[in-house]
């Protein structure tokens, strides 16, 4: 049976800070912000991957545990990106002394965390 689903149009992710959130996806990853956020009665931002994709991040209250989270990644519920060039995401990453662990699978990918603790997979999709 072929599926109705062709594409993920975004991620919503539970933050506490959303200018330090803003910092880690704007300054550090280099994402757009999309300010056609309507007013939704609670603060939060959309950011732009793509003409159609993008992260939603929501200053909501977060009923999860941020502290006692598997240190990898891959462990651990994460939205997962595919990059060009996974080195600059390293270089990114170090320059802001941001830990991250390696693909448990050999896959050219590492796994971080932003500053709310929530796991991040980025993925290289081609040799560079």
Request: charged content about 20%.
């Amino acid at each position: 049976m072929k599926t109705n689903i062709h594409a993920l149009q975004h991620v919503s992710l539970i933050i506490a800070n959303t200018q330090k959130s803003l910092h880690f996806y704007c300054e550090l990853l280099q994402l757009q912000q999309d300010f056609s956020r309507p007013d939704l009665g609670y603060e939060g931002a959309w950011l732009s991957i793509s003409a159609e994709q993008q992260i939603h991040l929501l200053k909501l209250p977060n009923p999860d545990p941020t502290q006692g989270r598997p240190e990898h990644g891959g462990r651990d519920r994460h939205a997962a990106f595919m990059v060009n060039d996974l080195q600059l995401i390293v270089d990114q990453l170090n320059h802001a002394k941001i830990s991250y662990t390696l693909s448990k699978s050999g896959r050219r990918a590492l796994f971080c965390r932003d500053p709310d603790n929530n796991a991040l997979e980025f993925i290289q999709v081609k040799d560079v």
